[in-house]
């Protein structure tokens, strides 16, 4: 983060009361000099989870999310539609590694 200036959190919680917030404020309290932009995160909505694969679509964080928002940091266009492109198998359902827990 000193380096570049800039920090990205990445939360698989929600973004109310949540870690990346913590990680966030404590950056900005030891590292404000080095900021050269705002700390942005990117978790998921304060709402409860959709258990429709329609609604869920947009709900998760993906690559292209990541992609798009680092992008934007940077104030350069990324085109993340390619990550998206490349995915074989529904967008929520995991990858044919996924063996599970169930």
Request: proline fraction near 8%; glycine fraction near 10%; charge should be negative.
């Amino acid at each position: 983060m000193r380096r570049t200036g800039r920090l990205l959190v990445l939360d698989t919680g929600v973004v109310a009361g949540s870690v990346s917030g913590e990680i966030i404020t404590s950056v900005i309290e030891t590292c404000w000099e080095s900021l050269k932009a705002a700390p942005q995160r990117l978790a998921m909505p304060d709402g409860p989870e959709p258990t429709s694969p329609a609604l869920t679509k947009d709900f998760y964080v993906r690559a292209e999310h990541i992609v798009a928002k680092v992008g934007a940091m940077l104030g350069r266009d990324f085109d993340a539609s390619v990550l998206a492109g490349q995915r074989t198998y529904p967008h929520d359902v995991p990858g044919d590694w996924f063996s599970g827990p169930f």
